[in-house]
């Protein structure tokens, strides 16, 4: 299979299991402009592609992410330039809701995305992390929410997706005082699912992670993603109504007619993707 080129991100796929590594190892992967266009791109592209069965992310270098990129914060002011101030209002509107975008491609896309995450996550990163659905981190990863420290509220997701990890409390907290967290308290917050020791071993705990959800049911696998997400925004009576309804759609499957002869069988059952 071909795969997508990006300037970048590096990209690789092997038995089910997608890598999108932020690939600005010189600038501690910030978030420029083709770098945030690039993670909607490929996000999209995990999403269609059959063969993929699970996403992680990952970054080169010695930092995950450093966050929004200076210098492409330094040009808003050419690019909302505009004669009146609701026409500027309006185009960094559509700026901020255009990178909101880029990173909500990573909760759209229906398959699983695990951030693997060492040395620094902080502004950008961490929102970035806090779309995906599975956290781990090696022991020198450093968290933080940075935009007060440049005066700026976070807008492309920390504040709305945080406090379902968090809690209100410890997202305020952090928002508030823009302080950094270590790998072990990002534990005990439940921030991230485990730390690791080293980069070394987090890379191969991740995969490991990550082939075991390669191997069941990919039809189950978006279903089970599709189903949290949209009862973490919705009522409970309403959460339960659209599980029915896709249990209803899609239970009687291929795939569950493969798990009930494996298990007579006595085999693995083997999923088509």
């Not at 910030?30 to 069965?53: F, G, K, S, Y």
């Not at 509107?93 to 695990?114: G, M, W």
């Amino acid at each position: 299979m071909d795969l997508p080129v990006y300037t970048s991100l590096a990209l690789s796929l092997d038995q089910g299991i997608a890598e999108i590594r932020l690939n600005r190892p010189d600038k501690s992967n910030a978030l420029h402009d083709a770098l945030w266009q690039e993670i909607r791109q490929a996000a999209d592209w995990a999403d269609a592609t059959p063969a993929v069965r699970v996403v992680i992310l990952s970054g080169a270098g010695r930092n995950f992410c450093a966050g929004i990129d200076l210098a492409m914060l330094g040009s808003i002011q050419q690019r909302i330039a505009a004669p009146e101030p609701a026409q500027r209002r309006a185009a960094l509107h559509r700026i901020i809701r255009d990178l909101q975008d880029c990173l909500s491609a990573l909760e759209r896309c229906r398959k699983p995305v695990i951030a693997a995450i060492h040395g620094a996550c902080i502004g950008g990163g961490l929102d970035l992390v806090a779309a995906c659905d599975l956290r781990y981190a090696s022991a020198d990863a450093l968290f933080s929410i940075k935009e007060i420290d440049l005066a700026m509220v976070a807008d492309v997701g920390s504040l709305q997706r945080l406090p379902s990890l968090i809690g209100q409390g410890m997202t305020r907290e952090l928002a508030y005082t823009g302080r950094n967290v270590g790998a072990d308290e990002a534990e005990r917050l439940g921030l991230i699912n485990r730390r690791y020791a080293t980069p070394e071993e987090l890379s191969t705990g991740v995969r490991t992670i990550a082939a075991s959800i390669a191997g069941k049911s990919p039809l189950a696998i978006r279903g089970i993603k599709q189903v949290m997400n949209f009862s973490r925004d919705h009522r409970i009576g309403e959460g339960l109504e659209f599980v029915a309804e896709w249990n209803a759609d899609h239970l009687l499957s291929p795939d569950l007619a493969e798990v009930i002869a494996a298990q007579r069988e006595r085999r693995e059952a083997k999923f088509g993707d």
